[in-house]
């Protein structure tokens, strides 16, 4: 059971990047699935959430209206297109896998995720 994140980098501010979650070992159709960031000396802050049947979206608004998630079950793989990023955005971002669709309040919570990514490392800088 593995999460592979992609598709970090170094952009501008203004600039897009997208995000990749590759699952591997298990099939992500029956899984919540969510985002998170750790910039440095800061917690770990959830960032967006997609469920998993109906893939309802939530999103925190530091990155409501910038951020888009989505899913695509038949590549097993769920994306975050970031658009107008600032340098605040600047962190490592996390996937993460829960099975299920646990209520948005649980969703923000990484203790509720059972797996995890690697991390892939995003830098908004001019």
């Known amino acids: 059971v593995q999460l592979q994140a992609s598709g970090g980098g170094l952009v501008q501010p203004g600039g897009s990047l997208r995000l990749s979650c590759t699952a591997s070992g298990f099939n992500l159709d029956y899984y919540s699935m969510g985002w998170f960031r750790q910039a440095p000396g800061k917690e770990r802050e959830w960032v967006s959430s997609i469920g998993s049947s109906v893939g309802r979206k939530y999103y925190a608004d530091s990155v409501k209206g910038r951020f888009t998630i989505s899913r695509d079950n038949a590549k097993n793989t769920v994306s975050l297109q970031m658009n107008s990023l600032k340098p605040g955005d600047t962190a490592v971002y996390y996937c993460?896998?829960?099975?299920?669709?646990?209520?948005?309040?649980?969703?923000?919570?990484?203790?509720?995720?059972?797996?995890w990514g690697q991390g892939t490392q995003v830098t908004v800088s001019s």
């Open positions: 993460a896998a829960v099975r299920g669709n646990p209520v948005l309040s649980a969703l923000w919570l990484s203790s509720t995720y059972a797996y």
